[in-house]
């Protein structure tokens, strides 16, 4: 099979058109550093790529040079550098960091945690009234940047898609190299255990059972108590406490109304009013204590 098929190759033509084509199988380090500077427009045996504004910005920001990208360039192409491509590398990288975005601790309590900065007045402006960036929610601060609740790292992506200039810095305002990778590992949440889908069942079956049980049980309550009040019958009632325990009260039932009833505690000769829910059991008093 090795002798049947075509052998890689290492070299590529440039053109003016700033089209890039490989004669062959590009061998897959040429092909993964072309990628970084270049978009693939075929895949085939012979592919061909091209070079934008946009992907000679992607390779800056990647930590690529002018002088890095010319030179790989070069030292692959079987045509030299067209001017037009040396005109483009040249001027993009004289643009790349217009826009700088850092991070900075926000005293004034204004919820800012990235700042965005250029010596371009014209190009700020243009930023913050872009609609494709207003979920960054830029605004200008007062000494004339502009700041965002979102970290540095998601601004500054988030410029790079829209195809702007934009390099990061540190504190020191040297401008640093975000690894796009390592930022979409990081901002991807931790995958959870899958539920256990029985537990879950059997939980909801419990408390649908707990609460029906509820529900039949409180009529049945109301009626004792209805009857007891009719009958001017003294009832020993069972009353559930928040710790888990119960307490019984000696009473006579006077009234019973909005899920709440009224009695007079015997013992303590005093009128007591009890929630429904709170009593867990009634009985009656054949003889006065």
Do not use: C
């Not at 290492?10 to 590009?26: E, I, N």
């Not at 007891?228 to 039932?253: F, R, S």
Request: glycine content about 4%; hydrophobic content about 45%.
């Amino acid at each position: 099979m090795a002798k049947a098929l075509p052998g890689e190759v290492d070299k590529v033509y440039l053109q003016h058109d700033l089209s890039v084509v490989s004669p062959g199988p590009l061998n897959p380090t040429v092909d993964m550093r072309l990628r970084s500077m270049a978009e693939v427009e075929s895949r085939a045996l012979a592919s061909s790529y091209r070079i934008t504004p946009e992907s000679i910005n992607r390779a800056l920001s990647s930590g690529d040079t002018a002088a890095t990208i010319l030179e790989f360039l070069s030292s692959i192409s079987l045509t030299g550098i067209p001017q037009p491509l040396d005109y483009l590398v040249s001027e993009s990288a004289g643009r790349f960091g217009l826009l700088r975005v850092g991070s900075f601790v926000d005293a004034s309590g204004s919820g800012a945690h990235s700042y965005l900065r250029s010596t371009d007045a014209n190009l700020l402006a243009t930023v913050l009234v872009d609609q494709r960036l207003a979920p960054l929610a830029l605004r200008r601060a007062s000494d004339g940047r502009a700041v965002s609740r979102f970290a540095r790292d998601v601004v500054f992506f988030t410029l790079a898609d829209a195809r702007y200039p934009v390099a990061a810095e540190n504190a020191a305002g040297q401008v640093v190299i975000i690894d796009r990778n390592v930022f979409a590992r990081e901002s991807t949440p931790a995958p959870t255990k899958p539920a256990d889908s029985a537990a879950i069942i059997v939980e909801r079956v419990r408390r649908n059972t707990t609460a029906a049980e509820q529900e039949s049980a409180t009529p049945w309550l109301e009626r004792q108590l209805e009857l007891a009040i009719k009958a001017k019958m003294t009832l020993v009632v069972t009353v559930a406490t928040p710790d888990g325990g119960t307490i019984d009260y000696v009473l006579e039932p006077a009234s019973l109304s909005n899920g709440r009833l009224r009695a007079r505690d015997r013992k303590a000769d005093i009128e007591r009013t009890l929630p429904l829910s709170r009593i867990a059991s009634v009985s009656e008093v054949t003889a006065a204590p």
